[in-house]
């Protein structure tokens, strides 16, 4: 124990004191794609009670890239990121409780994956799913931290409520559909992943020691491939916007109606559909079920099915992405065909 985070404690920032603050905080990851595979190293390494991974999707080759805690056989073994993420970290740090959620936060979900935790670190992939974060973080006064990367080009925020501009201050809504670029459309290099993911973590071992005076204040850019580093100061933005979340107490996506049971997945030409219910799925039955009807294979965690045209990737939650199309009745038909509504 004591030489694993000698070096840490070395640091005037954290100290032997600091590292047993550490050693009592719950943090929790939603998304485990470039962002999350770094801060999630970083987070198991510095020696934190609890690290809990929230993420829906499964792994693909084109992952690899740039998430860099997966490998070719993960992806032979058709794992979901949580999963695999889990079975890694457990390895560099079993003196920690990881716990992997292969899930799709939304508000029916959120106070159970969220509840006491002392921080949220954002590595997801899309505008609803921070915006809800942001409601429910807000309403909760829950510290979580903003990342997004595209290109070269990287963005980070740290958000503590009641303090600082919460993430609608800053952005009013989501931008429209098709209105921004993704790492499908963009491409994205490595680097600029990992280098706004480490300066998250780092972020978030202020927060957790209560080092909040050294905290990054304001939305920090950074460009890597033109060597550019901006700050814009966003403080006094709180005091001029009546921000309906964080000013009028009003949680626009906490709402159930306010989610969508389908989502079109951008870039991947896939579309993610819930089940209304959230029924258990008994996926070998599925799977002998669907032994006629295409290519099928599965294990404790996801079923695929193969057809001609799309391939289906099914949970035990009853969540499925359809890859081949964008068109959501076409989605919902295979759904219902297959699975079942």
Known sequence: MSERYARQELFYGIGKEGQKILMEKTAVLVGCGALGCTSANLLVRSGIKHLRIIDRDYLEESNLQRQSLFDEEDIKRNFPKAVAAQKKLQKINSLIQIESLVADLNPSNIDTLLRHVHLVVDGTDNFETRFLINDYCV?????????????????????????????RCILGTIP????????????????????????????ALKIL??????????LLRIDLWRNEIKRMHTEEIKGETDCITCNQNYYEFLSKDRYSMTTTLCGRNAVQILHPDGSRLDLPKLAERLAKA????????????????????????????????????????????????
């Not at 020691?209 to 304001?218: I, P, R």
């Not at 079923?303 to 076409?330: C, H, Q, W």
């Open 139 to 167: 309403k909760n006064g829950i510290p979580w931290i903003y990342g997004a990367c595209i290109g070269s080009t990287g963005l980070t925020m740290n958000i503590i409520p009641s303090k600082t501009p919460c993430f």
């Open 176 to 203: 429209l559909f098709g209105t921004y670029g993704t790492c499908d459309t963009e491409g994205i290099i490595a680097p600029i992943a990992s280098m706004i993911a480490s300066i998250q973590v780092a972020e």
């Open 209 to 218: 020691t209560n080092n909040h005076d050294s905290l990054s204040k304001g």
């Open 294 to 341: 295409g290519e099928v294979s599965y294990n404790s965690f996801l079923l695929r099915l193969k057809t001609e045209k799309y391939e289906m990737t099914v949970f035990p939650d009853g969540r499925s992405v359809i890859s081949g199309t964008n068109d959501i009745a076409t989605a919902k038909g295979l759904y219902a065909k297959y699975i079942g509504m």
